[in-house]
């Protein structure tokens, strides 16, 4: 059985914190004692000097200061004990807090990529049994060939997803604004219309009506590069929860100070105890919908990130079996 890294070191990191404290207790302690130690024998210099005439309380009176600094030298010692195991204890809790954030990503990332090899596998077998097939067959009418450029084409558009995705999360771990930041005015209703366009011949082979509604222009400042990914990311997530014969609206609006967008489907909607996760990379909560999907969890922690940078605020809402609805609001012009 493999070692677990991350026990191995937190008992380092436990011995690393307490060795710590058991030199700072002991330099401490060390002046402490040195300290008192010389108020001590002061008072005994001075005792010395008074009682000289009688030799019986002098001596009594060493023997007393002795006796007091042995038991101070005791007490210290005995303090100092407990403080170091104390200090073990919360050493050891502190280091588990220490590299919790660590070991968070550590797993993340085990899991993206679990997921990426699992999802990448899918349609590179699917397109490599296809071709073997029509390599094997020898001939191949025109509508074949189309069933089979049709089907490559689906599942290469899933992997290239897949990879914009990842790249654009990879993009968001720069700083912010360094490379998405609003640079342009631009209408968010057209935005979204034109990003409804461009899904419309995927919502109708799902057999899905996709509705874009806009009550005017709706002026922000933005990127379009980066909120065209978003909103297409938004999209692409609720056409992929949402069963055939239903329905996903997008809606553009101005709310005084802001711009609003937002899409709501029928789909299967999201279990309450997951939809404080939606957005964190790599979040996959009912396996039914990561199947369904075929995504990397990606899409959605991109469209938070984006609209971040656009000094605006993510919003989700659903139940599960209701559908949902993403809002999305940016400081309008």
Not at 95 to 108: D, F, G, M
Not at 140 to 154: H, I, M, N, P
Not at 297 to 311: D, M, P, Q, S, Y
């Given at each position: 059985m493999r070692a677990d890294p991350f026990r191995s070191a937190r008992r380092r990191l436990t011995l690393l914190y307490l060795a710590t404290i058991a030199a700072i207790v002991t330099v401490l302690s060390a002046a402490l004692y040195e300290f008192h130690a010389q108020d001590v024998r002061g008072l005994e210099r001075r005792?010395?000097?008074?009682?000289?005439?009688?030799?019986?309380?002098?001596?009594?009176?060493?023997?007393?200061?002795?006796?007091?600094?042995?038991?101070?030298?005791?007490s210290i010692v005995i303090a100092d004990l407990i403080t170091v195991a104390a200090g073990g204890i919360l050493s050891y809790l502190l280091?588990?807090?220490?590299?919790?954030?660590?070991?968070?990503?550590?797993?993340?990332e085990q899991r993206f990529f679990a997921n990426a090899a699992h999802d990448l596998r899918t349609p590179l077998a699917v397109m490599r049994s296809e071709a073997e097939v029509a390599l094997r067959s020898g001939s191949?009418?025109?509508?074949?060939?189309?069933?089979?450029?049709?089907?490559?084409?689906?599942e290469i558009r899933r992997m290239s997803a897949m990879v914009e995705?990842?790249?654009?999360?990879?993009?968001?771990g720069a700083p912010v604004r360094a490379a998405g930041a609003p640079d342009q005015v631009m209408d968010l209703a057209k935005l979204a219309g034109e990003a409804g366009a461009k899904m419309t011949q995927r919502a109708e082979e799902l057999g899905i009506r996709l509705a874009t509604e806009a009550t005017g222009s709706v002026n922000i400042?933005?990127?379009?590069?980066?909120?065209?990914?978003?909103?297409?990311?938004?999209?692409?997530n609720a056409l992929s929860y949402t069963p055939r014969g239903g329905c996903v609206t997008v809606t553009v609006r101005r709310e005084g100070s802001e711009a609003v967008l937002a899409v709501a489907d029928t789909g299967i909607g999201i279990p309450p105890e997951d939809l404080p996760?939606?957005?964190?990379?790599?979040?996959?909560?009912?396996?039914?919908?990561?199947?369904?999907?075929?995504?990397?969890?990606?899409?959605?922690?991109?469209?938070?990130?984006?609209?971040?940078?656009?000094?605006?605020?993510f919003r989700a809402e659903s139940r599960a079996g209701g559908g949902t609805v993403i809002t999305l609001r940016f400081p309008a012009l």
């Open positions: 005792e010395e000097r008074r009682e000289s005439a009688d030799q019986g309380l002098a001596e009594e009176s060493r023997a007393r200061f002795a006796e007091y600094l042995e038991h101070l030298g005791k280091a588990a807090r220490t590299l919790q954030p660590i070991k968070e990503a550590v797993e993340a191949l009418d025109d509508q074949e060939a189309r069933q089979l450029v049709s089907s490559s084409l689906e995705q990842m790249l654009d999360l990879a993009k968001s400042l933005g990127s379009m590069t980066a909120l065209e990914r978003a909103v297409y990311n938004i999209l692409e996760h939606i957005a964190e990379p790599f979040f996959r909560g009912d396996k039914a919908r990561g199947v369904h999907s075929g995504g990397a969890g990606l899409g959605l922690t991109i469209v938070k990130t984006t609209i971040e940078e656009h000094r605006g605020s």
